[in-house]
């Protein structure tokens, strides 16, 4: 299995260009389940979990097609992807598809609201929490569908196709706003979605939608009205800009210090983590097509976050800046609300030195001097880069194992940072 080695201690300076998000690209992947023309989706970021979805859509009917290859690239990796499912052959979600990636489970809305029937596995938990479904079923539900769930599978039927309705989520949710939205571009009539997840990628699938014929009212919005379409048509929609990448490298400067700018992203899309980093003491300028971080040196101020759901503290980035404050110049204080489990971490960057303690949702984080490199793995996607970015700085070598987990959400990783003189190489045996 591969393994990441970072020697710490080299301050970061030059240029790192932001991929289009993960979490933009996997709805927008399932949103082609809702037409039976191409979906050309540019700025598509080559990871993982894009490679597994384009499999899993497949396995429904949809026939990918990739554009824009770089030199040595095989045929599933490029920039632009091209899906197509005109024909929806088989609107079952297997388990040993489904339980590889949660996201995948967001297949009931479009399968649903197009082919009037849909059996998906129930995703089940994960690392970082229970991570139930009833808002899934709550709206599909609202829309007219009969759910029963049976042998782990939830198994969904709207004979007559879905209908609109209103759906008051009592919980922000990005995953179930993804599912009712795309069902409800479907259904008959009009469909309001209240306390809808404000999330940038929920506005950029929105508007991807709308680019295939959905009428949206209030992307961007805590309210959603939609009236619903007998069918949807192909288009082309670029991927929106990482904001978790944008943020990890951003830390990665603090850290280190130095200065780098990240391009093709924006700060508006992170104010809330922005104004963070600003109070941490490190400098960040929104610049042409982009954002520059700096840091020279000054002490890192203790910091106290709460995750919230957008526009608040990203949960993906709470494990990132748990890395950063672990050198701060005193105590700071960081709450997880979204996921009960979100602390793998914690233990792991105590093995590079750092003084963390757990109380209940709460992590104190004590600043140390220095940390020193260790054998690590982490659990998840964001705790592995957490390791990363704490390894960047701790003296002597840090290993870090269980790669997968970066390769899942971080295109180019080792690359990005070596380009700007981090000393960080994959071994692979
Ligand atoms: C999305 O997950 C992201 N995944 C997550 O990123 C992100 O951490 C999360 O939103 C929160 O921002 C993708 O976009 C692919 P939720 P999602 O439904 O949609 C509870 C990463 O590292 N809930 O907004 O699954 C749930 O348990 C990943 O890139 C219910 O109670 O998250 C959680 O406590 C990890 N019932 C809260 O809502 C439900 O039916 C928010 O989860 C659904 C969710």
Same mark, same amino acid.
């Given at each position: 299995?591969? %393994?990441?080695?970072?020697? @710490?201690?080299?301050?970061?300076?030059?240029?790192?260009?932001?991929? +289009?998000?993960?979490?933009?690209?996997?709805? #927008?992947?399932?949103? $082609?389940?809702?037409?039976?023309?191409? &979906?050309?989706?540019?700025?598509? *970021?080559?990871?993982?979990?894009?490679?597994?979805?384009? %499999?899993? &859509?497949?396995?429904?009917?949809?026939?990918?097609?990739?554009?824009?290859?770089?030199?040595?690239?095989?045929?599933?990796?490029?920039?632009?992807?091209?899906?197509?499912?005109?024909?929806?052959?088989?609107?079952?979600?297997?388990?040993?598809?489904?339980?590889?990636?949660r996201?995948?489970?967001?297949?009931?809305? *479009?399968?649903?609201?197009?082919?009037?029937?849909?059996?998906?596995?129930?995703p089940g938990g994960c690392a970082i929490g229970?991570r139930?479904?009833?808002?899934? &079923?709550?709206?599909?539900?609202?829309?007219?569908?009969?759910?029963?769930?049976?042998? +782990?599978?939830?198994?969904?039927?709207?004979?007559?196709?879905?209908?609109?309705?209103?759906?008051?989520?009592?919980?922000?949710?990005? @995953?179930?706003?993804?599912?009712?939205?795309?069902?409800?571009?479907?259904?008959?009539?009009?469909?309001?979605?209240?306390?809808? /997840?404000?999330? *940038?990628?929920?506005?950029?699938?929105?508007?991807?939608?709308?680019?295939?014929?959905?009428?949206?009212?209030?992307?961007?919005? $805590?309210?959603?009205?939609?009236?619903?379409?007998?069918?949807?048509?192909?288009?082309?929609?670029?991927?929106?800009?990482?904001?978790?990448?944008?943020?990890?490298?951003?830390?990665?400067?603090?850290?280190?210090?130095?200065?780098?700018?990240?391009? +093709?992203?924006?700060?508006? #899309?992170?104010?809330?983590?922005?104004?963070? =980093?600003?109070?941490?003491?490190?400098?960040?300028?929104?610049?042409?097509? @982009?954002?520059?971080?700096?840091?020279?040196?000054?002490?890192?101020?203790?910091?106290?976050?709460?995750?919230? *759901?957008?526009?608040?503290?990203?949960?993906? =980035?709470?494990?990132?800046?748990? /890395? &950063?404050?672990?050198?701060?110049?005193?105590?700071?204080?960081?709450?997880?609300?979204?996921?009960?489990?979100?602390?793998?971490?914690?233990?792991?960057? /105590?093995?590079?030195?750092?003084?963390?303690?757990?109380?209940?949702?709460?992590?104190?984080?004590?600043?140390?001097?220095?940390?020193?490199?260790?054998?690590?793995?982490?659990?998840d996607? %964001?705790?592995?880069? $957490?390791?990363?970015? /704490?390894?960047?700085?701790?003296?002597?070598?840090?290993?870090?194992?269980?790669?997968?987990?970066?390769?899942? @959400?971080?295109? $180019?990783?080792?690359?990005? #940072?070596?380009?700007? +003189?981090?000393?960080?190489?994959?071994?692979?045996?």
């Open positions: 299995m591969d %393994r990441i080695r970072i020697r @710490g201690g080299n301050k970061l300076n030059g240029t790192i260009p932001i991929s +289009g998000a993960k979490n933009a690209a996997l709805p #927008l992947m399932i949103a $082609s389940l809702l037409t039976d023309e191409m &979906l050309r989706l540019k700025n598509m *970021p080559q990871l993982a979990d894009v490679l597994l979805l384009q %499999r899993i &859509l497949r396995n429904h009917g949809t026939d990918t097609s990739v554009f824009g290859k770089r030199a040595g690239e095989n045929n599933e990796n490029g920039e632009t992807v091209g899906l197509m499912a005109a024909d929806i052959v088989d609107t079952v979600a297997p388990y040993n598809l489904v339980s590889k990636m996201a995948s489970f967001w297949v009931l809305g *479009p399968l649903l609201a197009r082919c009037g029937e849909a059996k998906v596995s129930l229970t139930p479904v009833d808002l899934f &079923l709550m709206s599909m539900e609202i829309l007219g569908a009969e759910i029963d769930v049976d042998a +782990g599978y939830v198994v969904a039927k709207a004979k007559n196709g879905l209908h609109g309705g209103r759906i008051v989520f009592p919980k922000v949710s990005v @995953g179930a706003t993804h599912c009712a939205m795309m069902a409800a571009t479907l259904a008959k009539g009009e469909t309001v979605i209240e306390n809808a /997840a404000r999330e *940038p990628e929920v506005g950029d699938l929105a508007s991807c939608l709308v680019k295939m014929g959905a009428q949206i009212e209030g992307i961007g919005t $805590s309210s959603l009205h939609i009236q619903g379409k007998d069918r949807l048509h192909g288009a082309e929609h670029t991927v929106l800009a990482d904001r978790i990448e944008t943020g990890t490298y951003a830390l990665a400067v603090a850290m280190t210090g130095g200065d780098v700018t990240l391009t +093709g992203t924006s700060t508006q #899309l992170l104010d809330a983590f922005i104004a963070k =980093l600003i109070e941490a003491g490190v400098n960040v300028e929104a610049v042409d097509n @982009g954002i520059q971080v700096s840091r020279n040196g000054t002490n890192l101020m203790p910091l106290s976050i709460e995750t919230q *759901p957008y526009p608040g503290f990203p949960t993906d =980035l709470q494990a990132q800046i748990m /890395a &950063l404050m672990t050198m701060a110049n005193g105590t700071s204080t960081i709450r997880e609300t979204i996921f009960e489990n979100r602390f793998m971490h914690v233990q792991e960057l /105590a093995r590079l030195g750092a003084d963390i303690s757990l109380q209940g949702d709460t992590a104190l984080v004590h600043g140390v001097k220095k940390l020193h490199g260790a054998e690590v793995m982490a659990t996607l %964001r705790a592995s880069v $957490s390791l990363v970015i /704490a390894g960047l700085v701790a003296r002597g070598e840090t290993i870090l194992h269980r790669v997968y987990h970066l390769d899942r @959400g971080f295109e $180019s990783l080792e690359a990005k #940072l070596s380009a700007c +003189g981090a000393d960080i190489e994959r071994i692979s045996d």
